[in-house]
Every structure is written in C-alpha cells, then in structure tokens.
C-alpha cells in the first residue's frame, strides 16, 4: 500500500484484518448470548452479518449445527474467515461471502439464526432490526451487539465522540422496546464484561498498531489514525460505568 494514499478506511482495514475479532467481545460472550435461544438444536440456517475475519462465526459453528453464512462488506475479512474455516474443517458449513447488511440477497424467512457482533450500529439498531427480520423464519432468532447508555446520564465527551463516529447511543431499554416494535419477543439483554474491551479487543488492537507504526514510519495518517483510538481508549476508561456493548437476543413473532 502506497504510504502516501493511506486512507483512515485503508487503515481499519489493516490495523483489524489479523485479529480475532474487529470489535469488542469474547467467546465466552458468544456462548452465553447461543445459551438463550430455545431452538438451539434445530438451528439449520444461519447468518452472521457484519462478521469481520469471523472471530464469533467460528464459535457458532463449533456450538450450534447447519449452515453459517458469513457477511461483510470488506473482501480482506472475508478471505480470513474463508481461510480459517478451511484450517479449522468447517469450510463444508462455513462460507464468508462479501456484501452489504443493508442490501441481502438472501430468500424471505431463509435463516432460523441471525447473528451481528459490533456491526448492526453501522447501519443504526432500528433499521437493521426492522429489514432482517424479513429474513428470518418465524420463532426464529436475532441477536446482535450495539453500544448502549447504562444510565440515564449521559456525558457530553462520550456523546459526541459516537455521534462523530456516527452513532447514537440509546439507552438498553429503548433498544428492548425498539426490537419490540421490529417484531421481536424480547428473550434476554446484557452487558459484555469490561474485558470484551479490553483484553479481547484494544490489547490486540494496540499491537497491530505498533506494527503500523514501524511499516509507515511518519506518516501523519497513521498517526492520526492510532491516536483517535488512544482517545476511545482513554473515554471507556473514563466513563465505562456509563455506556459500553450490550448484546440483544429477540424471538420473531
């Protein structure tokens, strides 16, 4: 990649497509979040959309039967999660295809599953909801991670650091009522631990980026890049009692 055409994008790209997972969250949170649906055996169809290098499709698929269609708008993550299901045999039930959340092309009620880690709030909590759940089969399942407000106070810092990022933060009762009106039976909402983010997320960010940093020695878009990061660090250090990742796990009706 030239150094001098580096785009922020370009960057995300790099600086995520060797780890495990793009956003925070855990296996652990995985299995959980799996442990809540009550179809859980007769799962034959699933989708994980927005599912990066596919860090949570592989634990889905060591825990739950049938298909896995992998979705992501980026070809580099893609390429991994096809690699890593050839390495770890599930590539007869694990495919990474490239494409849109907001554009599928998948057949009306075709998935019993629908799953999301970090990537629903790219396309806002309402609308992705809303539109998937036309995939769905009905009693079938979503469950998705989205940031979300803790309490009712809200700092200023943190608000504008996501609407930049363009987000809004709703608060964990807004979204159950909002999956409600999307046509959802609310099954479970909760809070991803602080070390989703942490050791599962910005430790290894933070190494990627020391890589960056050696690879475009320099360069002010690499710097510009690392340091935004460094500062929604230092805001979850600040104010994680306030805001962090929820996970939503909803019946269709």
Known sequence: MDNEQLSMMDLVIEAH????????GSAEVTVKALSFLDNIDRISRTADLGCGTGGQTMVLAQNIAGNIVGVDQFSDFISVLNENAK?????????????SMENLSFQQEEFDL????????????EKGLTYWNRFL?????????????????????????????????????????????????????FILPERCWTDRYFVPRQAAEQELLKKYAGNKTVEAFIESNHYEETLY??????????????KKI
């Open 17 to 24: 497509v060797e780890l495990d997972r793009q956003g925070p």
């Open 87 to 99: 390495k770890q045999n599930l590539q007869e039930r694990v495919t990474g295809v490239v494409g």
């Open 114 to 125: 629908i799953w999301s880690e970090g990537a629903i709030d790219n396309i806002g909590f």
């Open 137 to 189: 089969k009905k009693g079938g399942h979503v469950a998705v991670t989205c940031p979300s407000w803790f309490t009712d106070e809200h700092p200023a810092e943190v608000e504008a650091f996501w609407a930049e990022a363009g987000s809004n933060l709703d608060t964990i009762g807004n979204n159950v009522s909002i999956m409600q009106k999307a046509g959802y039976i609310p099954v479970a909402a």
């Open 237 to 250: 250090s600040k104010y994680k009692q306030f805001y962090g990742y929820a996970f939503y796990i909803g």
